[in-house]
C-alpha cells in the first residue's frame, strides 16, 4: 500500500491507540449469520446429506455382508469410507473429494464481488478496519461453515454405521476419522480460496462462480486423463519395463498439482490402515510383504507429502486472494 | 478556526492521467464545504484519498490534522462517509445494517442511537424492512443515517441526494444543514447539482477534469463576475421592437433571446444599467421586468463547463 512517489505530509502524533484488531470478528459474525441462513448452504446440505445417506447405506448393507468372512480386519468401521458397493459406483471418500469442493466454492465466489455489486464495499471499508481484517473474517467465516457441515456429514455418516453395523469405533479409527475431517477442511478450504481469489479479481458473480466450478470439473473428470497424456510427453513409455515405470511415475508426480488427487491419496490412506503406499509398487516391492495394518504415525508417514502439498497450496491460495484485495482498488 | 480538511498538492494519477491534479482544499471546522463538479471531475477520487482508501500519486493531506495515510483507522473513526451510489445488504433489514456499522465502530448499546437516526432520516416505518426492498432514495436515506452512527466530526457525503424526491432533498439539505449548525460537523459534499450545493454550503470548490477553478462563497464567486453582466429584459411589446430599441443603446453589447417569448438578454456594463433602464422607458418601451440572469453560480458553472469544452 505505500508508494514511493508519495510525499510524506505532517503527521501530528495521535495520542489515541490505533485500536483493536477485534474487526475481523465482526466480519466473521456477520458472514457466519448470511451463511446460515442462505438459501445455498440449505440446498447443500440437504444435497449432501441425502447423498451421503445413500451411500452410507449402501456400504454399511455391503459390510454386512461381508462381516462374516471378515474376522481379521480390525478397521471394520473405517470400511464405510473406504468400500465400493453396487448400486452407489464410488466409495464415500471419492465422492467427498468429488462434491465437496461445490461447499468451497459456494461460499467464497461471491464474497468480495458481491460486496461490490451490493455498494456496500466503500461503506465497510470506510468504517474503522483494517481491510484485511474484511477478507480474514470472510475466510474465517466460510471455513468455520465448511468445517462444522463437514463434521456433521463424519458423524452422521458414523452413527449410521454404528447404527447398522453395531461396530463403535475404536479409538484409532476415530483419530484417523478426525485426522482426515480436518484434511477435508483445508481441502475444501483450498476450493473457497480459489472462489475467493478469483471474487476478487472479476467482478461479476456468475464468472467468479463458473471459473472454480470449470477447474473443478476439469480436474475431477478429465484430470487423469490431461496428466497421462503430460506424462506421456515428459516421458513416453517405449515398452521397456524401465520405460512403463518411468511413465508411471511421471504421470503420478504431474498428478499432484491436482488438490482432488492429493486429498483422493490422502484420504485412502489416512482411513484404510492396509494401504501402505500411495504411488507405484512394484511386484519385488510387494513381493512377501507381510498383509497387516499400519499405525497412524505410519499412515501420516506415508500421506505426509501429499498432506503438506494441499496444506501449502490452500496457503498459496488464500494468500493470493488476500494480496489481490488489498492491492485493489476501491473502485474497480 | 482549525483546518478539518487540508490538502496540499493533492494528486492522483490512474495510467498516467491524472484525476486530481494538485489540489488546495483548506476546510475549517464546522464548515459546510461543496465540491461542485460534473462527474468524472475527481470528486470521488479526492474523497476516497481523504479517508485513506486510495493512495495519493503526490501531494499531502490532512484529515482533522492527521494524515489518513499513516491513521487511516483514526481518521476513519471520526468520518462518517456516505458513498455514491451507496448499496446495503439486501438480505438484512435496515436497522441490522446499522447494527452492523455500529458493532465495526466498537459501539455498546447503539439501539437509541439508531433508532434516533431512522426516525431523523424518516425511515422509521420501514426500519424493519429488507434493505433489498428499499427504493434508491430510501437507500440514501439510510445511508445518512449510516455515516451518522458513530457521531463522525466530518461528514463525507458523496452526491447524497442522487435519487431522492425534490420534497425528500429539502429535508436532506435541512438535516446536513441541522448538523453542521447545532453539532458542529464538518460537512464536505459533493455533488453536480449546483442549487443544492448553492442551498446548504458556506464555500464552494468548482472542480472540473481534476482541477479546481474557483473556489470561494457562493456569492463571492458570483461577485468575481463584476463588470460585464447579462440582463433580462421583459417587454409587454412587440418583441422586434424592443429588440430595435435595445441594439440602438451603445452601452448594450449583445442582445439573444431570453428564456420567455419576448424577452431579450443584453449584454451590457452594470454601471450603465439604470440610464439603459431610462433610455428604454423614455423610448415608449412598456418594460415589465428587467433581472441579472448570471448573478447565480449556475451561470458560472455553465460558463466554466463551456470553456472546459471548448478548450478540450
Known amino acids: ?332 | 478556526m482549525p483546518s478539518a480538511i487540508r490538502t496540499v498538492g493533492l494528486t492522483k494519477h490512474y495510467d498516467e492521467v491524472a484525476v486530481v491534479d494538485g489540489l488546495d482544499l483548506d476546510i475549517e471546522t464546522g464548515e459546510v464545504f461543496g465540491l461542485l463538479g460534473p462527474n468524472g471531475a475527481g470528486k470521488t477520487t479526492t474523497i476516497l484519498m481523504l479517508l485513506g482508501l486510495t493512495e495519493p500519486t503526490a501531494g499531502s493531506m490532512e484529515v482533522l490534522g492527521l494524515d489518513p495515510r499513516r491513521h487511516p483507522l483514526e481518521v476513519k473513526r471520526h468520518v462518517g462517509y456516505l458513498p455514491d451510489a451507496v448499496g446495503f445488504y439486501d438480505d438484512l433489514t435496515g436497522r441490522q445494517n446499522l447494527k452492523f456499522t455500529a458493532r465495526l465502530n466498537h459501539i455498546e448499546d447503539a439501539d437509541a442511537r439508531i433508532e434516533g437516526l431512522l426516525v431523523q432520516v424518516g425511515l422509521e416505518p420501514a426500519a424493519d424492512q429488507p434493505a433489498g426492498e428499499y427504493s434508491r432514495g430510501m437507500k440514501q436515506r439510510l445511508g445518512l443515517a449510516d455515516a451518522l452512527v458513530k457521531e463522525p466530526s466530518i461528514l463525507i457525503l458523496d452526491e447524497p441526494t442522487t435519487a431522492i424526491d425534490p420534497e425528500g432533498v429539502a429535508e436532506i439539505l435541512d438535516l446536513i444543514r441541522g448538523l453542521a449548525v447545532q453539532k458542529g460537523v464538518t460537512v464536505l459534499l459533493s455533488s453536480h447539482l449546483l442549487n443544492q450545493v448553492q442551498a446548504v454550503c458556506d464555500r464552494v470548490a468548482i472542480f472540473v477534469d481534476g482541477v479546481v477553478i474557483a473556489q470561494g462563497r457562493p456569492h463571492d464567486l458570483a461577485a468575481e463576475q463584476v463588470g460585464h453582466a447579462r440582463v433580462e429584459f421583459r417587454f409587454d411589446d412587440d418583441a422586434e421592437i424592443a429588440l430595435r430599441r435595445l441594439e440602438e443603446i451603445d452601452t448594450v453589447e449583445d442582445v439573444i433571446h431570453g428564456r420567455v417569448p419576448g424577452s431579450w438578454i443584453a449584454t451590457l456594463d452594470i454601471g450603465t444599467l439604470p440610464a439603459t433602464v431610462n433610455r428604454l422607458v423614455s423610448d415608449g418601451s412598456r418594460l415589465t421586468g428587467v433581472r441579472r440572469v448570471d448573478e447565480d453560480l449556475d451561470a458560472i458553472y455553465r460558463r466554466y463547463f463551456e470553456g472546459e469544452e471548448v478548450s478540450a
Open chain 1, 1 to 332: 500500500m505505500t508508494d514511493s512517489n508519495v510525499i510524506a505530509g505532517p503527521v501530528a502524533k495521535d495520542p489515541r491507540p490505533e485500536g483493536s484488531r477485534g474487526g475481523w470478528r465482526v466480519v466473521a459474525a456477520k458472514e457466519l449469520a448470511d451463511h446460515l441462513y442462505s438459501g445455498r448452504f440449505i440446498v447443500l446440505l440437504g444435497v449432501l446429506g441425502i447423498a451421503t445417506a445413500a451411500a452410507v447405506f449402501a456400504a454399511s448393507g455391503g459390510i454386512r455382508d461381508i462381516a462374516p468372512d471378515a474376522e481379521g480386519i480390525t478397521a471394520l468401521f473405517l470400511k464405510l469410507f473406504t468400500v465400493t458397493v453396487d448400486p452407489v459406483p464410488f466409495p464415500l471418500i471419492i465422492f467427498v473429494s468429488f462434491l465437496a469442493p461445490l461447499l468451497g466454492i459456494m461460499f467464497g465466489f461471491d464474497s468480495v464481488n458481491g460486496e461490490r455489486a451490493q455498494g456496500t464495499l466503500p461503506r465497510l471499508l470506510s468504517q474503522p478496519i483494517h481491510r484485511d481484517e474484511v477478507i480474514l473474517g470472510k475466510f474465517v467465516a466460510g471455513i468455520s461453515v465448511i468445517a462444522v457441515m463437514l463434521s456433521a456429514l463424519v458423524l452422521f455418516v458414523a452413527g449410521i454405521g454404528i447404527f447398522r453395523l453395531g461396530v463403535t469405533p475404536s479409538l484409532q479409527e476415530t483419530t484417523r476419522l478426525f485426522v482426515w475431517v480436518i484434511l477435508a477442511v483445508v481441502y475444501v478450504a483450498f476450493w473457497q480460496g480459489l472462489a475467493t481469489l478469483v471474487s476478487v479479481r472479476t467482478s461479476r458473480a456468475a464468472t467468479s462462480a463458473l471459473v472454480p466450478v470449470g477447474i473443478w470439473l476439469v480436474l475431477a473428470l478429465f484430470g487423469n486423463f490431461i496428466f497421462s497424456a503430460v506424462a506421456g510427453v515428459i516421458s513416453p513409455a517405449d515398452g521397456t519395463d524401465a520405460g512403463l515405470l518411468a511413465n508411471a511415475r511421471a504421470e503420478q508426480a504431474v498428478s499432484q498439482i491436482s488438490p482432488i488427487n492429493l486429498f483422493e491419496q490422502g484420504s485412502t490412506v489416512l482411513l484404510d490402515p492396509e494401504v501402505r503406499a500411495t504411488g507405484l509398487l512394484t511386484l519385488e516391492q510387494v513381493d512377501r510383504a507381510i498383509i497387516s495394518e499400519l499405525n497412524l504415525a505410519q499412515s501420516l508417514g506415508i500421506v505426509w507429502p501429499q498432506m503438506v502439498l494441499l496444506i501449502a497450496m490452500t496457503a498459496a491460495m488464500f494468500a493470493l486472494a488476500y494480496v489481490s484485495f488489498m492491492k485493489q482498488e476501491v473502485r474497480a
